[in-house]
């Protein structure tokens, strides 16, 4: 366990952190863990803790119920968007089969006419 300080150039202050070393097994190589202590007064030089970060608040049922009306209405419009999406695929597999038989027709008849050519010339 040791003491890391770190400068932060955009604030213009230095953290203070406790570091702990461990051996990661899978990358097998030493890794840290850092955890925040403070900063240094830039007056006095002495370590200032830093406030704790505040915890998530607790969500009531009625929190709960909303967010779940909020996601099923989400769903129902992705699933609209998906049937509309596949009958729009369905059309243009349809309308490229169309197309591909007038291709494959207007290719034959091409060929044909280029072989008569041949055999009258």
Same mark, same amino acid.
């Given at each position: 366990?040791? *003491?890391? #300080?770190?400068? &932060?150039?955009?604030?213009?202050?230095? /953290?203070?952190?406790?570091? *702990?070393?461990?051996?990661? #097994?899978?990358?097998?190589?030493?890794?840290?863990?850092?955890?925040? $202590?403070?900063?240094?007064?830039?007056?006095?030089?002495? $370590?200032?803790?830093?406030?704790?970060?505040?915890?998530?608040?607790?969500?009531?049922? &009625?929190?709960? @119920?909303?967010? /779940?009306?909020?996601?099923? @209405?989400?769903?129902?419009?992705?699933?609209?968007? $998906?049937?509309? +999406?596949?009958? +729009?695929?369905? #059309?243009?597999?349809?309308?490229?089969?169309?197309? +591909?038989?007038? +291709?494959?027709?207007?290719?034959?008849? @091409?060929?044909?006419? *280029?072989?008569?050519?041949? &055999?009258?010339?």
């Amino acid at each position: 366990m040791g *003491i890391v #300080k770190l400068y &932060n150039k955009e604030r213009g202050v230095t /953290y203070v952190y406790e570091s *702990i070393s461990y051996w990661d #097994k899978e990358k097998k190589q030493p890794r840290s863990k850092r955890k925040l $202590i403070g900063k240094i007064d830039p007056d006095t030089g002495e $370590i200032v803790p830093t406030s704790p970060r505040k915890k998530k608040t607790e969500y009531s049922d &009625n929190d709960y @119920r909303k967010m /779940y009306e909020a996601a099923a @209405r989400e769903l129902s419009q992705k699933d609209q968007r $998906i049937e509309t +999406l596949e009958a +729009l695929l369905a #059309k243009c597999r349809e309308d490229e089969q169309k197309f +591909l038989g007038r +291709l494959e027709s207007a290719i034959k008849d @091409r060929s044909d006419a *280029i072989l008569h050519q041949k &055999n009258d010339g």
